[in-house]
């Protein structure tokens, strides 16, 4: 479970990027970020793994308080947290199998690392999840060879293969297509499902939120502005999320035909968003 208490970030400029947000995230609940560019959503997941330094407020990843922790300390807790890229971040010299098993660099020695020799165990393990993900078949290919949906994949499993308690994922879809950026969210949706993970998503697309997370937190300046399920994204939540919009004249009631087998009501109608030209 993750915790987040009166959690703020100022930067020197005097500009607030959070103000006192209050989360918590049980195991299991897969939590989209919604909210305008500027609205501190990628900043509080970077303060969460503290790639950026809170100003003030604390975080704890189950009885762990990561908002304080030595240099030392705060490598091993990262461990625990799971960073998916919106631009992938993987070596793309490097093959399919070699990026995945980077993500067990924070558990073997120095020499191990350096010269890429893992246990068999985190080898069998990344067959696993590459198999998982429907990329079993490329474990030897170059990253430079992926196109983005496979290569997001990869990071996914090399994400999995730290087997953390939480996922940071930050803008996934952003590079993809429509049905490849819905593949994607139903796959991070479905193994957090099996693997009873938290996880926070920072997403642009209010759409794909709704079909695929349980639970939408809407930033606005920092602030949260909204907290609660999905279909209750009403126009004017929208607006205080978003700002003024006609948002009653561009919303059309859709189906998703793909989500049969994810955690979303396949039944259940969605919400699309358009933006008024």
């Avoid at 990027?17 to 500027?38: E, H, Y």
């Avoid at 067990?104 to 020799?117: D, E, Q």
């Avoid at 993900?133 to 997001?152: F, I, N, P, T, Y």
Wanted: hydrophobic share 40%; with cysteine; glycine share 8%.
């Amino acid at each position: 479970m993750l915790r987040i208490e009166h959690l703020e970030k100022q930067y020197k400029t005097g500009d607030h990027a959070l103000k006192d947000v209050n989360l918590v995230i049980p195991k299991g609940q897969v939590m989209a970020l919604i909210g305008p560019s500027g609205a501190g959503k990628s900043t509080l997941i970077r303060c969460v793994n503290r790639l950026v330094e809170p100003t003030s407020g604390r975080i704890f990843l189950g009885d762990l308080e990561l908002a304080h922790l030595g240099s030392t300390e705060l490598r091993r807790a990262r461990t625990r947290m799971g960073m998916i890229f919106q631009e992938y971040a993987l070596v793309e010299r490097l093959s399919v199998m070699e990026n995945v098993l980077s993500g067990r660099l924070g558990y073997v020695g120095f020499w191990r690392s350096f010269f890429r020799k893992f246990p068999q165990s985190d080898i069998d393990e990344a067959f696993n999840l590459l198999e998982r993900v429907g990329l079993d078949h490329m474990a030897d290919k170059r990253a430079d060879e992926l196109s983005g949906g496979q290569r997001q994949r990869v990071g996914i499993c090399r994400a999995l293969i730290q087997n953390p308690d939480l996922l940071l994922v930050d803008e996934p879809t952003a590079s993809l297509d429509p049905k490849t950026s819905r593949q994607i969210m139903r796959l991070i949706c479905e193994l957090c499902d099996e693997r009873q993970l938290a996880a926070i998503i920072n997403i642009h697309d209010v759409l794909l939120a709704q079909m695929f997370a349980r639970r939408v937190v809407g930033l606005q300046l920092g602030t949260i502005v909204y907290d609660g399920p999905p279909k209750d994204l009403t126009p004017d939540v929208l607006t205080d999320i978003y700002g003024e919009e006609d948002w009653e004249a561009t919303i059309e009631t859709v189906k998703d035909e793909e989500t049969t087998g994810t955690p979303t009501d396949t039944d259940s109608q969605v919400t699309q968003l358009k933006p008024v030209s």
